[in-house]
C-alpha cells in the first residue's frame, strides 16, 4: 500500500524559507513520480512542482520557479520541497502525491495523482 506523509511546515516570515519533506513506502523509491501540491482557503488547488526519478526531471509552473526546488533522497524514501522567499500568497495546505504505476506524471497543471498524503500547512505572516 502506498503511503505518503507531508512535514515540515509551519509559521514563516515573508522572505523565509521552509523544506517540505514526504516520506514515501509502498513502492519501489528508484522509479517514481512525485508531485507537490497545495491548496489555500477558498482557492483552487494547484500543482507547485513534480519530479520523475526516472530521469530526474523536475516541473514546476512558471509562477514559482527559480523560489521553490524539489529533491530527494532515495536512500530515506523522502522528497523535499525546499520553499525560499515565501511570500504571504504561498500560505496554504501543501500535500504531496503519487500516481498509480503507468498513469501520467504528477505535473502542476496535469491530471490529478491517485495517492495523496496529509496536508502539512505552511502559513506566510509577519
Known amino acids: 500500500e502506498v503511503q505518503l506523509q507531508a512535514s515540515g511546515g509551519g509559521l514563516v516570515q515573508p522572505g523565509g524559507s521552509l523544506r517540505l519533506s514526504c516520506a514515501a513506502s509502498g513502492f519501489t523509491f528508484d522509479d517514481y513520480a512525485i508531485g507537490w501540491f497545495r491548496q489555500a482557503p477558498g482557492k483552487e488547488r494547484e500543482g507547485v512542482a513534480c519530479l520523475s526519478s526516472s530521469d530526474g526531471t523536475t516541473y514546476y509552473p512558471d509562477s514559482l520557479k527559480g523560489r521553490f526546488t524539489i529533491s530527494s533522497d532515495n536512500a530515506k524514501n523522502t522528497v523535499y520541497l525546499q520553499m525560499n522567499s515565501l511570500k504571504p500568497e504561498d500560505t496554504a495546505v501543501y500535500y504531496c502525491?503519487?500516481?498509480?504505476?503507468?498513469?501520467?506524471?504528477?505535473?502542476?497543471?496535469?491530471?490529478?495523482?491517485?495517492?495523496w498524503g496529509q496536508g502539512t500547512q505552511v502559513t506566510v505572516s509577519s
Open positions: 502525491a503519487a500516481p498509480q504505476a503507468d498513469d501520467p506524471l504528477p505535473r502542476p497543471g496535469g491530471p490529478t495523482p491517485h495517492y
